[in-house]
């Protein structure tokens, strides 16, 4: 009954009229995770559904061969409801691929959720949790012929329930053989009129009912769209941005100055010169007052540059500003703290190149598996540095207390995705739900670097994920090596 009601709301919801083009979270809503569920090793991948309430799709790769079954059950990453999770599901296991399970989980609410995974195996139990942010990407427009059966099936109920009523006045008193008189007759256009006034009334409160419902859902879809970007340049060098979004309910519930720290800091941001790429800067703003965000630039040419600003709302929900700036020459000095910048040939000019060259004559080599890329395939990139001896780098660092940072763009900017060894997760969403685990110990993130000391990572970093469309992408490859950090670029056309 349960599972027949909420097929039946969302039903309602594939019917809710007019579509909104969607861009997403920006354009890169499927969450992919590689980590530890205590001592397996998972590649998680969930995809999550146009619309909420919708089925999440859930892809688990087990590394080892020896784990028996896999559950999974959504519940919300913070607050009431995210420390009794309710029966979990099991996964199937890949009748090809042993080592392979797949289930489909009901997202009921929009926000920040999480998938909880538990596996069972040959080396006992082990649990991981994949913070979601499930939200609601567009409404689908009712389908014509739907819609028209839809009216001529109410006609009939209403024509039928008015007739049935008719003929019931008229003639359920009469005795058996008797013909209806004048007064039957009357009595009948009394309750015909009555029945008509009562249908004409619940057609108006259905469509009354539905009207609100779509309205709700539309400011939903509304609601969870990229927030903009709004920047003003202060004194020459200081960037000021604040959140602005279309929906007039947002700037009421997310509060920009209570967004938790996300690796270190509470904003990245990106500047991407346009329309080529050749440039981009990865800068950290500070809160200042009002929920506004402000950093100091470094040295810049002057130009047209899009942003891109990560923030993680206090619930663990992630927001990208999205928005444009026009900047003058920046003349104030060099990058601080963990800054970072790059800048080199436009986008598509390294088509086919496997091989970045850094500044300091080392290089960044992507460990690409041979074959066309394939969009909305979970893939694992692989890229490791060379020192300037072609040999393996030995002195790669923690970055912001990870292997590597890299970032996905695609050419028309509605792809960006700011990704980490443990994948598209934001590693402060990752956090809380590591924190709800029993004994979280024993279940890692990957690619967390715990060595502080220089010399002990090794010169490979990989992230798990999958391009959301075909299309031309740009990826910008972070890493830290002796204290500076360098940055790999390379082209990619994806089917
Ligand atoms: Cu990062």
Do not use: T, W
């Given at each position: 009954m349960k599972e027949f009601k909420r097929r039946l709301t969302l039903l309602l919801i594939l019917f809710v009229a007019a579509a909104i083009p969607a861009l997403a979270h920006v354009g890169s809503p499927d969450v992919y995770y590689e980590g530890d569920a205590g001592p397996y090793h998972l590649f998680v991948t969930v995809r999550i559904?146009?619309?909420?309430p919708g089925v999440a799709e859930i892809e688990v790769r087990c590394q080892s061969g020896d784990v028996s079954a896999v559950q999974i059950v959504p519940l919300r990453l913070?607050?009431?409801?995210?420390t009794y999770p309710p029966t979990p599901d099991f996964a199937v296991r890949s009748k090809d691929d042993p080592q392979f399970f797949t289930g489909s989980l009901w997202l009921m609410e929009s926000g920040a959720l999480q998938v909880r995974i538990t596996v069972d195996g040959a080396k006992g139990k082990g649990e991981l949790s994949v913070p979601v942010a499930s939200f609601a990407q567009r409404t689908y427009p009712m389908q014509k012929p739907l819609a028209g059966m839809m009216i001529v099936l109410m006609l009939i109920l209403g024509i039928g329930v008015i007739s049935i009523v008719g003929a019931g006045a008229r003639?359920?008193?009469?005795?058996?053989?008797e013909t209806p008189g004048p007064a039957s007759a009357r009595r009948a256009k009394i309750a015909i009129a009555v029945t008509i006034i009562l249908v004409a009334g619940l057609i108006y409160l259905g469509k009354a009912w539905w009207g609100a419902e779509d309205a709700n859902y539309k400011n939903r879809v509304a609601f969870y769209k990229p927030p903009t970007a709004e920047t003003t340049l202060e004194n020459g060098n200081r960037l000021v941005i604040r959140a602005k979004s279309e929906n007039p309910t947002w700037s009421a519930k997310i509060n920009m100055g209570e967004v938790i720290p996300d690796h270190n800091h509470l904003m990245h941001l990106f500047l991407i010169e346009l329309p080529g790429m050749s440039r981009m800067w990865h800068l950290h703003p500070t809160l200042s007052e009002g929920g506004a965000f402000a950093d100091d630039l470094p040295d810049m040419p002057a130009g047209h540059y899009e942003v891109f600003a990560d923030v993680v709302d206090a619930r663990g929900f992630p927001w990208t500003l999205v928005g444009t700036v026009d900047l003058p020459q920046i003349n104030s000095g060099a990058l601080r703290g963990d800054d970072s910048s790059w800048s080199g040939d436009t986008i598509g000019s390294r088509q086919h190149q496997l091989v970045s060259q850094l500044p300091d004559g080392s290089r960044m080599i992507w460990e690409r598996a041979a074959g066309p890329l394939k969009a909305n395939t979970a893939m694992d990139f692989k890229f490791s540095v060379q020192g300037k001896d072609g040999?393996?780098?030995?002195?790669l660092e923690p970055y912001m207390g990870m292997a590597g940072h890299a970032e996905f763009v695609r050419s028309d900017l509605s792809v960006f995705a700011h990704v980490h060894p443990a994948g598209s997760v934001p590693m402060a969403s990752l956090e809380m739900a590591q924190a709800g685990?029993?004994?979280?110990?024993?279940s890692m993130p990957s690619g967390m670097a715990m060595a502080p000391t220089r010399g002990t990572m090794p010169a490979q970093v990989s992230f798990p994920y999958g391009f959301p469309k075909p299309g031309d992408y740009r990826i910008f490859v972070q890493v830290k090596r002796a204290g500076q950090v360098e940055t790999g670029v390379f082209d990619a056309h994806v089917q």
């Open positions: 559904p146009q619309v909420v913070s607050g009431p409801g995210s003639e359920a008193s009469l005795e058996r053989g040999k393996p780098a030995q002195d685990l029993l004994g979280n110990m024993s």
